[in-house]
Nanobody, 126 residues
Framework: QVRVVESGGGLVQSGGSLRLSCTASGDVTFGHLHMAWFRQTPGKEREAVTYITTRGAKTICAASMRGRFTISRDNAQNTLYLQMDNLKPEDTATYYC??????????????????WGQGTQVTVSS
C-alpha cells in the first residue's frame, strides 16, 4: 500500500503563487513511482494537471496551465511539488496528488492511478 499526503494549499490573490507538496510512503521506494497532480471543483470531473515520470520527464496535461504550473520531485526527500504561478480564480479547486508504480506508464487519465491523497484546497481570489 502507498500512503499519499498533500499539503500547501491555501488562499492566494489572483496573480500570486503557491507551491503544493506531496509525500508518498509505504512499502515502496518513492523514486520508483510515477507521480501526478489532478484537480477538481464541485460538480465537475477530476482534471489532470501534470505528471512526472520516475526519470523526471514532465508532461502538462492542460494547455491552460502550460507556462504557469511546474511539477518537480525530490527523491531524496520523497516529495513531489507543484509550483503554481500567475494563479487565476479559475484555478480554484481541490488539488490531488496521485501515483502509480514504475511498471505502469503515467498518463493524464485519473483511472491509471491507484493511489491518491486526500486533497488540498487552493482558493484564488479575484
Amino acid at each position: 500500500q502507498v500512503r499519499v499526503v498533500e499539503s500547501g494549499g491555501g488562499l492566494v490573490q489572483s496573480g500570486g503563487s503557491l507551491r503544493l507538496s506531496c509525500t508518498a510512503s509505504g512499502d515502496v521506494t518513492f523514486g520508483h513511482l510515477h507521480m501526478a497532480w489532478f484537480r477538481q471543483t464541485p460538480g465537475k470531473e477530476r482534471e489532470a494537471v501534470t505528471y512526472i515520470t520516475t526519470r523526471g520527464a514532465k508532461t502538462i496535461c492542460a494547455a491552460s496551465m502550460r507556462g504557469r504550473f511546474t511539477i518537480s520531485r525530490d527523491n531524496a526527500q520523497n516529495t513531489l511539488y507543484l509550483q503554481m504561478d500567475n494563479l487565476k480564480p479559475e484555478d480554484t479547486a481541490t488539488y490531488y496528488c496521485a501515483t502509480t508504480s514504475r511498471y505502469r506508464p503515467p498518463t493524464c487519465s485519473s483511472g491509471d492511478y491507484p493511489y491518491w491523497g486526500q486533497g488540498t484546497q487552493v482558493t484564488v481570489s479575484s
